[in-house]
């Protein structure tokens, strides 16, 4: 099975501060990775696919990389409505696996 | 209005069965790939099992293999998840997501979750 690590686990940022979220596959998924974003008492929502693809309606100050086992999301001036739980997701194999998520709190 | 919505969830013992359907709206459910994905309270998302379109090919995780069955009916646009032996770690909210996409995919449309609870 393909794991999925997500770095770090939570994290603390204030309005308008730049932040960059890791997820690590245990093996090569090519660009077959997908990032969720999950707010308290909702179901996810598709921010990204295939590791950069920004999904419509999504804001630009999301934005995606990586390939292989390497990926990572970055928010750029974090605004009100980011604060969430995201979630990275492969596609390349079954289980499709989930990391554990990376909740963005309010410092 | 393009959505999903689960439904047949609820409170159960252990060892006893349910069924989910997940029902589709305002889009042709045999034109997609579906997935069912579950979240214990407090918990991150966790894969369940997966179905092609036309149902030939189904895919479950290692703790729900043998006792879960997913099925599909594209006339009633509806999915389902029939769930057996249920333990108290399938406690969880259960949801339906439709596939986007080719080679990669995506869960690009979620329902809002159907909770079920596992206990004595």
């Known amino acids: 099975d393909v794991q999925m690590t997500q770095s770090p686990s939570s994290l603390s940022a204030s309005l308008g501060d730049r932040l960059t979220i890791s997820c690590r596959a245990s093996q090569s998924i090519s660009r077959y990775l997908n990032w969720y974003q999950q707010k308290a008492g909702s179901a996810p929502k598709l921010l990204i696919c295939?590791?950069?693809i920004l999904q419509s309606g999504v804001p630009s100050r999301f934005s995606g990389r990586g390939s292989g086992t390497d990926f990572s999301l970055t928010i750029n001036s974090l605004q009100p409505e980011d604060f969430a739980t995201y979630y990275c997701?492969?596609?390349?194999?079954?289980?499709?696996?989930f990391g554990q998520g990376t909740k963005v709190e309010i410092k | 209005q393009v959505q999903l919505v689960e439904s047949g969830g609820g409170a159960v013992q252990p060892g006893t069965s349910l069924r989910l359907s997940c029902t589709a709206s305002g889009f042709a459910l045999t034109s997609y790939p579906m997935h069912w994905v579950r979240q214990a309270p407090g918990g991150g998302l966790d894969w369940v099992s997966f179905i092609s379109y036309n149902g030939n090919n189904k895919y479950y995780a290692d703790s729900v293999q043998g006792r879960f069955t997913i099925s599909r009916d594209n006339s009633e646009n509806m999915l389902f998840l029939q769930m057996n032996s249920l333990r108290p770690d399938d406690t969880a909210i259960y949801y339906c997501?439709?596939?986007?996409?080719?080679?990669?995919?995506?869960?690009?449309?979620w329902g809002s979750g159907t909770l079920v609870t596992v206990s004595s």
């Open positions: 997701q492969q596609s390349y194999s079954v289980p499709y696996t």
């Open positions: 295939a590791a950069s």
């Open positions: 997501a439709r596939v986007n996409g080719g080679a990669i995919w995506n869960l690009d449309l």
